[in-house]
């Protein structure tokens, strides 16, 4: 058994130079799932074809799925709905630039929903607005603390679709799509048809290691030596996590979006440059925020606002 995580030169040759055995646990494993497709899919394929469409196919991942995505939509639809109102304020000193504060809390009694101070109605909101008129707002309270910033993890297969959908409107059909296409080979010029990410059906944060020696070389030599941690970066996976690939990257961090801007289609550079840029966040420094909280008073009204401020990127 020959085994590569990545369609790159270097990791084929590695592996074709250390051929393992067929483990036949393995094996057995593989064809436990394909009875298991069969034990739900020759009752359930059926089914969809008398009340859905033929040619649909039901398994023993999609089918479990569905009837999670329908319990979640019952959920949703018994929601009750509910009136809450916020009271926000904007407030400026002798030096200081406006900036605005919220009420937090009134006799002591946050008034976030779902607490006791909760305000469910307009006339309540325009009660509290008319009493504040009269009173003077105060500093009350001023803290000041530092906060790490950790980068997020490499992408695994539902995060890609969940961002990719967010930031480029992709469904997360073409997301697998486009994915699919730049992992099987994708003509760069000189190079010909190369593999840009890593196997995209993962559900993994490991990294190769020689993936994180390229990616700090090149952080160090791009964005400066400073945003290269001590320690390469470990993510947790979930227990569940099968750990069989990788996270999604590229193949070559090297490779950057800008590179190959001219021979790939809008949305392949698009997709490549979220993998890009989101591996490499993934391996540097945490960004560290200087967090200012301010409690202002008035009477029994308590407002609160905050300030970030980065001191280091």
């Known amino acids: 058994r020959v085994l590569f ?3 790159t030169k270097l990791s084929i040759k590695k592996a074709l130079e250390s051929p393992g055995n ?4 393995k094996v057995n494993a593989q064809q436990a799932r394909r009875v298991l497709d069969r034990v739900v899919g020759y009752h359930l394929s059926p089914l969809l074809w008398e009340k859905v469409r033929r040619g649909l196919s039901g398994g023993r991942v999609q089918s479990v799925v569905v009837r999670l995505i329908c319990e979640r939509e019952r959920e ?31 006799n002591g009694k ?20 008319e009493a504040l008129k009269t009173k003077q707002l105060v500093v009350s309270d001023i803290e000041q603390k530092e906060r790490k910033n950790n980068p997020l993890p490499p992408f695994i297969t539902s995060r890609l679709q969940q961002d990719a959908s967010r930031r480029l409107r992709f469904s997360p059909k073409q997301t697998m ?16 048809p190369v593999g840009l990410i890593t196997y995209m059906r993962t559900d993994s944060t490991r990294i190769a290691g020689e993936a994180t020696a390229e990616v700090r070389t090149l952080i160090s030599e791009k964005f400066g030596p400073e945003y290269v941690p001590g320690k390469a970066p470990i ?3 979930q227990k569940a996590a099968q750990e069989a690939h990788e996270a999604i990257r590229p193949t070559s961090v090297t490779r ?4 190959l801007k001219e021979v790939l289609s809008p949305e392949h550079y698009r997709l490549y440059e979220l993998i890009w840029k989101r591996f490499v966040a993934s391996q540097m420094m945490p960004a560290r925020l200087a967090i200012t909280c301010v409690d202002i008073t008035a009477g029994e009204y308590l407002f609160r606002a905050t300030g970030t401020q980065v001191i280091f990127a």
Not at 22 to 25: A, N, R
Not at 110 to 128: N, R
Not at 177 to 192: K, S
């Open 5 to 7: 995580n990545e369609i």
């Open 22 to 25: 067929i483990d036949k646990q």
């Open 76 to 106: 949703r639809e018994a929601f009750q709905i509910k009136e809450y109102w916020t009271i926000a304020t904007m407030l400026k000193g002798a030096q200081e630039a406006p900036f605005f504060a919220k009420l937090h809390s009134v």
């Open 110 to 129: 946050s008034v976030e929903i779902g607490k006791p101070g909760e305000i469910t109605t307009g006339e309540q909101a325009a009660g509290i607005v």
């Open 177 to 192: 799509m486009f994915a699919q296409q730049l992992y099987a080979g994708v003509n760069i010029g000189e190079e010909g």
């Open 235 to 237: 993510y947790k996976t």
């Open 256 to 259: 950057t979006p800008e590179t």
